[in-house]
């Protein structure tokens, strides 16, 4: 009896034994999976975190790029698709960008990572991108807004700011600003100017220019009346840059792709005059005034700098710029007592420029001060 009792216990315990074996067997594989699921989310919430930076890497790509198209062979960049930052990685990135308005972009980002075919940890962004301050006219002295006189955009004068005209925009003087009907902030007595002068010279351009390391010839348009037609680029003339020693005038019906180069004043007498800039390149730079005569119509698509003013006789009938109209030492005159329409609309796409003042030395220039996000939505 005493040796069945004695393999009784014998047994019990080695069935304790088992179940605390099987128990702490449970115990360990339950550990194991919870590691390998906290393992798993952090890998996770690596990747996602990666994807979210790579997709703001590419709202800033595209940033980079709309502030600066003179990179980009069309207007602006509107997006790409399965670009890296990393050649050769599996992580990639598609921008899409929409134009809104002249110095807005809806800018979409999305990116991901590719594994077997497949792509996994998708991050997207949508933001709102505004150019600001993007100046659309600069007048170098005082400066009187007329009620003929519309401004799209924003405004710098070195001086003293007044008028009633609508300026869409901010304004930004070194003076005082009186202006009444302003859009934006009133920034009075400013010490440097929000963008920098353009600074083209007529020497650049008199005769020949560049293109990176490449001589090209000018038009010399010799007569004081520009022939009436159209006038396009050509291969020895790529940005179709004509040349005008003194005064000369457009009578009407002259449609000029490239830049009009004029070393004196320029005279606008008929209707239909259009000017407009080739890629990098400005529309029109004028030593001395622009003079809209009885009957004149001027359209400018780009950079307009303009040496002195701009007189406007009472029977002229229109001056559009869309682009950037810069006048170093005067304003626009005559423009109350006419009937004029003139706007003047900030397109900082058109206006942007990149020259070469000698071979293989490029200068660029903006009408644009900076750039923010006015928003960014994650999808």
């Known amino acids: 009896m005493k040796s069945i009792k004695r393999k009784n216990r014998e047994g019990v315990a080695l069935l304790v034994v088992l179940f605390i074996v099987m128990a702490i067997t ?3 594989l339950g550990f194991l999976s919870q590691s ?50 990393v050649s050769g990685g599996n992580d990639y990135y598609d921008v899409n960008v929409v134009k809104l ?63 009633s005209g609508q300026i869409g925009g901010d304004a930004f003087a070194s003076g005082s600003i009186t202006a009444s009907d302003i859009a934006g902030k009133k920034n009075e007595a400013v010490i440097e ?42 291969a020895g003339n790529p940005a179709g840059v004509r040349y005008c020693s003194g005064e000369v005038e457009l009578p009407g019906n002259v ?29 029109l730079l004028v030593s001395g005034d622009i003079i809209i005569e009885d009957g004149g119509i001027l359209v400018v698509r780009g950079l307009a700098q303009i040496g002195h ?28 007592s006419s009937s004029i329409s003139i706007d003047i609309t900030a397109a900082p796409a058109i206006a942007s420029i990149q020259t070469w003042p000698v071979a293989g030395n490029c200068v660029r220039w903006t009408p644009v001060g900076g750039a923010f996000f006015k928003s960014i939505a994650r999808q």
């Not at 308005?101 to 075919?117: F, L």
């Not at 353009?198 to 001589?215: H, N």
């Not at 180069?261 to 990098?280: E, F, P, Q, W």
């Not at 007189?311 to 423009?335: K, P, Q, T, Y």
């Open 255 to 283: 449609n000029i792709e490239g830049t009009l180069v004029v070393n004196g004043n320029l005279r606008i007498s008929g209707v239909n005059n259009v000017i407009s800039a080739t890629k990098n390149f400005p529309a």
């Open 309 to 336: 003013k701009i007189v406007v006789r009472a029977g002229a009938l229109n001056l559009d710029i869309d682009g950037a109209l810069f006048i170093a030492n005067g304003g626009i005159e005559g423009s109350a």
């Open 36 to 85: 390998d699921i906290e393992l798993a989310c952090g890998e996770n919430m690596i990747l996602r975190t990666q994807m979210d930076y790579l997709a703001e890497s590419g709202l800033e790509h595209a940033r980079g790029l709309i502030l600066n198209p003179q990179d980009i062979g069309s207007e602006y960049w509107t997006g790409a698709e399965t670009l890296q930052i």
């Open 101 to 163: 308005a002249e110095c807005n972009y809806q800018i979409t980002s999305a990116a991901y990572r590719e594994k077997n075919g497949e792509r996994v940890g998708r991050s997207s962004l949508t933001a709102e991108l505004r150019l600001d301050p993007s100046i659309a006219f600069w007048g170098g002295g005082d400066t009187a807004i007329s009620q003929r006189i519309t401004i799209n955009g924003d405004i710098y004068c070195n001086g003293h700011l007044s008028g």
């Open 193 to 234: 100017a929000p963008v920098s002068w353009p600074g083209l010279g007529l020497g650049d351009f008199s005769s020949t220019y560049y293109i990176r390391s490449t001589l090209y010839s000018t038009y010399i348009e010799d007569s004081n009346v520009h022939p009436v037609g159209n006038f396009i680029p050509s």
């Open 26 to 28: 449970i115990l360990s």
